[in-house]
T-cell receptor, first 112, second 109 residues
């Protein structure tokens, strides 16, 4: 199993541009999550999904959108990039009946 | 929202020393997890704790789920240079995790 994979690894955006961060897991996990990590601040939950077609907001959802059309994929969309969205983004997943999440390698995004 | 207080924020130790770090919360959690993050990588699960009072080891690592369900600690024995990194505690409840701000560990060979 590849586990949780994320693309791209790095990206630089200009203010106002849009992009989609991709996340795929091959563990047949029902639950998937998007976090952002800022220096010294730990991980903050952006959005999560408990299954295909079901998504919900986390702690910091403003400026982001998600969709979950399949069990494997959970893309994160930034519509109008802002400097405040400069961060490292992690996708994670876990199976039903456990809180143990497994993380992808991250996408480092810079908005200039 | 829920918050975890993780301490210490950073540690600088000599190779071979033991290390201890802990997390406390004002909220009860069903699960306590400890992750390690290397530079440029995602967090990697070290130990998962599912029951209050549980003491679990993974090689040189030992972690405990506090009896009150509001705290947990992680011990690393006989540290080695590859132990360097950021260690995060995480409390889990209803399939969502709350993270501490991390402990930066530096090991001097």
């Amino acid at each position: 199993n590849a586990g949780v994979t994320q693309t791209p690894k790095f990206r630089i955006l200009k203010i106002g541009q849009s992009m989609t961060l991709q996340c795929t897991q091959d563990m047949n996990h029902n639950y998937m999550y998007w976090y952002r990590q800022d220096p010294g601040m730990g991980l903050k939950l952006i959005y999560y999904s408990v299954g295909a077609g079901i998504t919900d907001k986390g702690e910091v959802p403003n400026g982001y959108n998600v969709s979950r059309s399949t069990t494997e994929d959970f893309p994160l969309r930034l519509e109008l990039a802002a400097p405040s969205q400069t961060s490292v983004y992690f996708c994670a997943s876990n199976r039903i009946s456990t809180d143990t999440q497994y993380f992808g390698p991250g996408t480092r995004l810079t908005v200039l | 929202g829920q918050q975890l207080n993780q301490s210490p924020q950073s540690m600088f130790i000599q190779e071979g020393e033991d290390v201890s770090m802990n997390c406390t919360s004002s909220s009860i959690f069903n699960t306590w997890l400890w992750y390690k993050q290397d530079p440029g990588e995602g967090p990697v699960l070290l130990i998962a704790l599912y029951k209050a009072g549980e003491l679990t080891s993974n090689g040189r690592l030992t972690a405990q789920f506090g009896i009150t369900r509001k705290d947990s600690f992680l011990n690393i024995s006989a540290s080695i240079p590859s132990d360097v990194g950021i260690y995060f505690c995480s409390g889990g409840s209803n399939y969502k995790l709350t993270f501490g701000k991390g402990t930066l560990l530096t090991v001097n060979p």
